[in-house]
C-alpha cells in the first residue's frame, strides 16, 4: 500500500468526517420530514375536495378548496362547539387539578398524620391501574351519581391525578425550605394560609409543569368523553371527529380540516413553548 | 392562678369557654392533613377505590345496565368460564400483545441510535430537533389516527400513491415493480395488514418520546469517559456499544416498561383505524377495544368485568416476567 503524505492524510481525515456529517444530518433531517409530514399532508387534503382526492396519481398541489371544506364541516357537525367544549373540559380540569394536587401534594410533604403512608401507597398503586380496567365502574358512578352526560364527568376524576399529587410533593420537598414553614406558624398563619400565601406561590415551575400534563391529557382525551357524553352539544372535538368517520361519502377534505384546527391549539403552544412542555410531559421519566 | 379565682364564677365562665376554644382549636390542628387530602380521598373513593371493589363483585353477576341494578345475577364464575374460553377475547389478547410487539420494539431501535446522533449536535440544533421529533406526543392519538386513516386509504390514500410512484417510476421501476401486482393495498381494510398499520401509527407516535428520555439519559453521561475511550482508540460504534448502552440501562429499562403497559391498553388508534369494528377488526382489534365492544355495545358487564381482571393480570404478568428477566440489571445503574 502506498503510504500517504501527511496533508493527503490530513484530507483525507477532513473527506471522511465531512461525510460522517452529511450522513448525520441527512439521518437526523429525514426523521423530521417523516414527523412532519402526516401534519402538513392533512392540511393539504384540507384544501381538497373528494374528486380532486381521489384522482389518481401523486398529488401534492394544493387545492381550492378549503373556504369550501370549512362549510362542509360546520355542516357535518358543530364543530366549534366541540371545540368550546374541549377547551372548557380542559381548561377547568386543569385549574381544579392544580388546587386539588397542590392542597394534598403540601399535606403529603408537610404533615406527619395517621394513614399517610397508607394514601401515599394508594396513590403509587393507582398510578398503575389500567385505566380501562376502571371505565366500566366509572361509567355506573357516573350515572348512579346523576353527573352523566355533563362535562363534570370527564374531568372530576382526574383532578386528583396521582401523578401531579406526587409531583407536588416533591416540589414541596425541595423547595419549600422548613423553616419558612416554622415562621409563617410562628407569625400566627394558619396552615390553610400558610398553604396559601407561602407555600403556593413558591409552587409556581412545579403547577406550570402539571398544567401542561393536565391540559394535554384532557384536551386530547378520548374513552371518558366517548362512554359519558352522549348529546351532541356536549361531545368534545376528538368524539366529534371520530363519530363522522363513519358516515357513507364522509367528506376526508373537511374532516382533515377539522382535525388539523383541533390539533392547533396545543400546536401552538408547544410552538411557544416546547421546553417547557417536553419536560413537563417526561417530568415523570426523566429526572432533572 | 390562685383557688379564689377558680371559684369566682365569671373567671370559670371565661375558662370553660377558653377550654372550649383550645379544644376547637387542637380539632382543627388535629384534622389540618385531612382537610388537604379531602379532594383526594372524597374522588378517589368514588372513582378509585369503589370501583375496584365494585368490579370483583360485578365480575361474578351477569347485568344489562340499561334493565337497571335490579335485573343483577349472581351466576358464580361463569363470566370468567365464558371469558376464557371466547376464541375471540384470545384472539384479541394476541393482536394486543403482536402490535404491542411491532410497535414497540422498533420505537427503541430508532430513539436510541437518534438520540445518540442528537447529542452530538450542538445545543440549538438539539432543541430544534428535539421539538419536532416530539411533536407527534402532544397531539391527540384520535386526529392522529384519522390523519393516517386517510393516508393509509386504499384507491388515493398517499402511501399507496407513492409506492405506485416507486413501481412504475423509470428509475425505481426495476426494484419495486412487482408492486404492480398487489396493488392497491388495503392498510386498514385487510386483516393481514390492520395490524402493521395500528403498530406504525403507535411507533410513529412514541418515538419522540423515547427519544426524549434517552437524550437526557445521554446526557447524564461525562464526555470524560468518551474522551477517555476516545484516547484508547474506540471507534465511534464502539463508544456507542460500550459506553452509551451500558450507562443507559436503567433508562431503557424504564422506557420499555412504560411501552409495554401503554401498549397492552392500546385503544384510540385501532379503534379509529379499524373504523370502530367494521372492516379488519378480526386482527387489529385490541383487547381493550373488545372490552369496549362487550360492555357497551353488546351490554354484557358481568362479561366484561371478567375481561377487566383478565387484562389486568395479563398486564400484571408481562410487567412482572420482564421485571424478573431485566428488572435486577435494568435498575442495576441506580
Same mark, same amino acid.
Given at each position: 500500500m502506498k503510504t500517504l503524505t501527511p496533508v493527503q492524510k490530513e484530507n483525507l481525515d477532513g473527506m471522511v468526517?465531512? @461525510?460522517?456529517?452529511?450522513?448525520?444530518?441527512? $439521518? /437526523?433531517?429525514? $426523521?423530521?420530514?417523516?414527523?412532519?409530514?402526516?401534519?402538513?399532508?392533512?392540511? @393539504?387534503? $384540507?384544501?381538497?375536495?373528494?374528486?380532486?382526492?381521489?384522482?389518481?396519481?401523486?398529488? @401534492?398541489?394544493?387545492?381550492?378548496? /378549503?373556504?369550501?371544506?370549512?362549510?362542509?364541516?360546520?355542516?357535518?357537525?358543530?364543530?366549534?362547539?366541540?371545540?368550546?367544549?374541549?377547551?372548557?373540559?380542559?381548561?377547568?380540569?386543569?385549574?381544579?387539578?392544580?388546587?386539588?394536587?397542590?392542597?394534598?401534594?403540601?399535606? /403529603?410533604?408537610?404533615f406527619e398524620f395517621r394513614g399517610r403512608k397508607v394514601l401515599f401507597g394508594m396513590m403509587i398503586c393507582s398510578m398503575m391501574l389500567p385505566p380501562i380496567l376502571t371505565l366500566i365502574p366509572y361509567y355506573m358512578v357516573i350515572n348512579a351519581i346523576g353527573l352523566s352526560n355533563t362535562h363534570l364527568a370527564v374531568w372530576l376524576p382526574f383532578s386528583i391525578n396521582p401523578f401531579g399529587i406526587f409531583l407536588i410533593r416533591q416540589y414541596v420537598v425541595a423547595s419549600v425550605p422548613k423553616d419558612l414553614l416554622e415562621a409563617a406558624k410562628l407569625d400566627g398563619a394558619s396552615a390553610f394560609r400558610t398553604y396559601w400565601s407561602v407555600v403556593l406561590p413558591l409552587l409556581r415551575p412545579g403547577l406550570a409543569t402539571l398544567a401542561i400534563v393536565q391540559f394535554v391529557f384532557l384536551w386530547n382525551n378520548f374513552l371518558q368523553p366517548l362512554v359519558v357524553l352522549t348529546s351532541s352539544d356536549k361531545m368534545v372535538i376528538t368524539q366529534m371527529l371520530r363519530s363522522v368517520q363513519g358516515v357513507p361519502n364522509t367528506p376526508w377534505g373537511a374532516l382533515m380540516l377539522g382535525t388539523f384546527i383541533s390539533i392547533l391549539p396545543l400546536v401552538l403552544i408547544y410552538m411557544a413553548a416546547s421546553k417547557q412542555m417536553i419536560s413537563g410531559l417526561t417530568s415523570g421519566a426523566v429526572k432533572n | 392562678m390562685t383557688t379564689t379565682e377558680m371559684t369566682d364564677p365569671t373567671t370559670a365562665q371565661e375558662n370553660a369557654q377558653r377550654d372550649k376554644s383550645d379544644r376547637q382549636r387542637t380539632f382543627w390542628h388535629k384534622t389540618t392533613p385531612y382537610w388537604f387530602m379531602s379532594p383526594y380521598i372524597i374522588i378517589f373513593g368514588t372513582f378509585g377505590i369503589f370501583p375496584v371493589l365494585f368490579m370483583i363483585y360485578l365480575s361474578f353477576h351477569t347485568w344489562n345496565p340499561v334493565a337497571g341494578l335490579g335485573t343483577m345475577e349472581y351466576v358464580g364464575l361463569e363470566n370468567y368460564v365464558l371469558s376464557l374460553t371466547d376464541p375471540t377475547l384470545w384472539q384479541t389478547l394476541w393482536n394486543t400483545f403482536l402490535m404491542a410487539l411491532y410497535s414497540g420494539v422498533p420505537q427503541h431501535l430508532v430513539a436510541l441510535p437518534l438520540a445518540y446522533l442528537l447529542v452530538q449536535l450542538g445545543k440549538r440544533?438539539?432543541?430544534?430537533?428535539?421539538?419536532?421529533?416530539?411533536?407527534?406526543?402532544?397531539?391527540?392519538?384520535?386526529?392522529?389516527?384519522m390523519i393516517f386513516f386517510v393516508m393509509f386509504s386504499k384507491e388515493s390514500g398517499i402511501i399507496n400513491q407513492a409506492l405506485m410512484g416507486l413501481a412504475n417510476g423509470s428509475l425505481t421501476g426495476w426494484a419495486f415493480g412487482w408492486l404492480n401486482d398487489v396493488m392497491p393495498l388495503g392498510w386498514v381494510q385487510e386483516n393481514s395488514l390492520i395490524r402493521y398499520s395500528v403498530s406504525f401509527v403507535v411507533f410513529w407516535k412514541y418515538v419522540g418520546f423515547n427519544i426524549v428520555i434517552y437524550t437526557a439519559g445521554l446526557a447524564t453521561i461525562s464526555d470524560e469517559l468518551y474522551e477517555a475511550a476516545i484516547i484508547d482508540g474506540a471507534n465511534s460504534w464502539q463508544r456507542f456499544t460500550r459506553i452509551a448502552l451500558p450507562l443507559l440501562r436503567p433508562f431503557i429499562f424504564f422506557a420499555v416498561t412504560l411501552t409495554i403497559i401503554g401498549n397492552m391498553n392500546l385503544f384510540d388508534e385501532p379503534y379509529v383505524l379499524t373504523r370502530g369494528l367494521q372492516q379488519a377488526s378480526t386482527n387489529g382489534m385490541t383487547i381493550s377495544n373488545y372490552l369496549y365492544r362487550v360492555a357497551w355495545e353488546w351490554l354484557d358487564m358481568g362479561s366484561a368485568a371478567a375481561i377487566s381482571w383478565i387484562l389486568f393480570m395479563v398486564i400484571g404478568l408481562f410487567t412482572g416476567l420482564y421485571f424478573w428477566f431485566f428488572g435486577r440489571r435494568g435498575l442495576g445503574g441506580e
Open positions: 468526517k465531512m @461525510l460522517g456529517k452529511a450522513l448525520l444530518w441527512t $439521518a /437526523l433531517l429525514t $426523521a423530521v420530514v417523516f414527523t412532519v409530514f402526516p401534519f402538513l399532508w392533512s392540511l @393539504l387534503m $384540507a384544501t381538497h375536495d373528494r374528486t380532486t382526492m381521489f384522482s389518481s396519481g401523486l398529488n @401534492l398541489a394544493l387545492g381550492d378548496q /378549503l373556504v369550501a371544506n370549512y362549510h362542509r364541516l360546520l355542516d357535518i357537525m358543530d364543530f366549534w362547539v366541540g371545540m368550546f367544549n374541549s377547551f372548557s373540559v380542559a381548561l377547568l380540569g386543569t385549574v381544579t387539578s392544580l388546587l386539588f394536587c397542590s392542597m394534598c401534594g403540601y399535606a /403529603l410533604a408537610v | 440544533a438539539r432543541h430544534w430537533l428535539t421539538t419536532a421529533y416530539f411533536l407527534p406526543y402532544v397531539t391527540s392519538t384520535i386526529a392522529i389516527s
